[in-house]
């Protein structure tokens, strides 16, 4: 899981990234608005941790382009803000963050947010099993079915179907996909991501089931949530 951390106070960024990475986060960070689009964009995060007052972009604006933007829609955000009024709260949240924390706040306070926002989202995702839609996954055994029916997937197939299902309802591009599955420092090329997707596809959908994974064009795929 990668976290990116929106803040324009270094000491902030470091103290944040230091107890991120002691949990297992991966994180990334940008300084203001501007570089936290960039970022979202090359290295598509899975949650952003938003400080509310940034140069140039505000944080709330960020929340709210990122809210209409199809591909970010449903990326999970926790604000950060020194004020701490009442107001200032709602209107975090009316514009579409997932939970609100204010400055000073402990660390462990924030590791706690940040789970149960993950657990919100993802509320099917338990340590051993996944279960999304209609499609179990073992995550010991390494057994997929769906609907009672077993699948044979192969272990990239696998690997590939364990990535969407943890991240359902987001829409994925193929570089993500390359990333996340292959690897970042592995060159495959984009169409083997395509390959793989169609040999998910058949194994995935059996007679007159709803195809589980979108194709978004342009953008990429999508593991849907029914
Ligand atoms: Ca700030």
Request: aromatic share 6%; with cysteine.
């Amino acid at each position: 899981m990668k976290v990116l951390v929106v803040e324009d106070e270094p000491a902030m960024v470091e103290l944040l990234r230091y107890n991120l990475e002691a949990e297992g986060f991966d994180v990334a960070s940008a300084h203001d608005g501007d570089e936290a689009l960039v970022v979202i964009e090359e290295q598509n995060p899975d949650m952003l941790l938003l400080d509310w007052m940034l140069p140039k972009i505000s944080g709330i604006e960020i929340c709210r382009r990122l809210r209409r933007d199809p591909k970010h829609g449903n990326l999970p955000i926790i604000m950060i803000t020194a004020k701490g009024e009442e107001a200032d709260r709602v209107r975090g949240l009316d514009v579409g963050a997932d939970d609100y924390i204010s400055k000073p706040f402990s660390p462990a306070e924030l590791l706690a947010r940040i789970r149960a926002v993950l657990r919100r989202r993802n509320p099917d995702v338990s340590g051993e099993t996944l279960n999304i839609s209609n499609v179990a996954m073992d995550l010991v055994a390494y057994k997929v079915n769906r609907g009672g029916r077993e699948l044979r997937l192969g272990p990239t197939e696998f690997k590939l179907l364990r990535y969407f299902m943890e991240r359902s309802g987001r829409v994925l591009s193929r570089e993500q996909l390359l990333d996340g599955v292959w690897g970042q420092n592995v060159y495959v090329e984009d169409r083997t991501v395509d390959v793989h997707i169609r040999r998910l596809r058949k194994a995935l959908n059996g007679e007159g089931e709803p195809d589980l994974i979108r194709t978004v064009r342009a953008v990429g795929y999508c593991f849907e949530r029914a």
